[in-house]
Structure formats: C-alpha cells, structure tokens
C-alpha cells in the first residue's frame, strides 16, 4: 500500500488541472456563443443584398430615436430607384441584384456612421440623419443624390457590359 500513496498527492494535482481545463472550455463555448450571437443578431437586422439595414430594424430605430429624442432636428429621406423594374426586365435579376448591392454600398459609404440606412421595400430605401440643421439638409438631400447617381452608374455600366458579355459567350 505505501508504493501507490503517490497517487493520492496527484490525484489532488490531476483534479486540479482539470477543473482548469473545464473551466476554459466553459469560457472558450461562451465566448464563441456570444461571437455567434452577435453574427445572428446582425444577420437578423441586416438585408442580405444590400448590406444596409432591413426594414423591421430600421423603423425600430427611428422610432427608438423619436421617442427618445422628440426634439432633436434630424433629416427623413426616402430613397425610390427610378426605371429599376427596366432593369430588371432589360438585363435581368442578376444586374438589379448588382444595382441594389451598389447602391447599399454607396449608401453606407456617404453617409455617417450613426445615421440609419435600411431597405425597406424591393427598390426602396430610407435614411435618417440624426443632429442635423437647416443647411444639412439641403446639402445632403441635392448634392449627395446627384453623387450616388454618378457612382451607381459607372459601377453599374461596368458590370451590365460585364454581364451581358458572359451572357451572350
């Protein structure tokens, strides 16, 4: 019986460590569950093909902001692609598919970070400005719609001439 009391003494060591490693699996699982949830979460409020906002998220935050804020001046813009169905029916699902995730991208790259993009209806986007003036508004309303214009088309001409090259081999 003396030659096996050592195990005793590691018996106490072997528990030790791996209570360690359990607890670092526990830690390990919920770390990764939270990074999880935060990418379900964003899935959940975030439109596929645009990346901007969908529309459920979208109206939960300006109403968020409205009841929170009732008297802070903010900019409400609704966004309506002219001759998108053209598009669609010209070049196909694929090339409207290109001009929405486009026009997302450009959206998100415009405007500020804390403004609220979301998509709220096939062709039909809406942006809300918080802490803006007089003179914001009218700035951000005129030029940067003649901007967005701009940038959708040449990215757009690219990839329709791209398209129906593939399209036609």
């Given at each position: 019986q003396n030659s096996y009391s050592f195990i005793k003494s590691y018996e106490g060591i072997?528990?030790?460590v791996f209570c360690i490693l359990v607890l670092?699996?526990?830690f390990y699982i919920i770390h990764n569950n939270r990074i999880r949830n935060e990418e379900l979460r964003h899935d959940a409020q975030t439109d596929g093909l645009t990346g901007v906002l969908n529309k459920r998220t979208t109206e939960a935050l300006i109403n968020e902001i409205l009841e929170q804020r009732?008297?802070?001046k903010g900019t409400f813009i609704i966004l309506d692609v002219d001759k998108f169905k053209e598009?669609?029916?010209h070049y196909g699902h694929a090339v409207g598919d290109i001009?929405?995730?486009t026009l997302g991208q450009t959206l998100r790259n415009y405007f500020r970070e804390n403004d609220i993009i979301g998509r709220i209806g096939g062709d039909e986007?809406?942006?809300y400005m918080c802490k803006t003036t007089a003179e914001m508004d009218i700035f951000f309303s005129k030029s940067r719609i003649v901007l967005y214009n701009?940038?959708?088309s040449q990215e757009c001409r690219h990839n329709i001439i791209y398209t129906k090259h593939?399209?036609?081999e």
């Open positions: 072997f528990m030790s670092l699996l526990v009732p008297h802070e598009v669609n029916d001009v929405l995730s986007f809406v942006i701009d940038d959708i593939i399209m036609h």
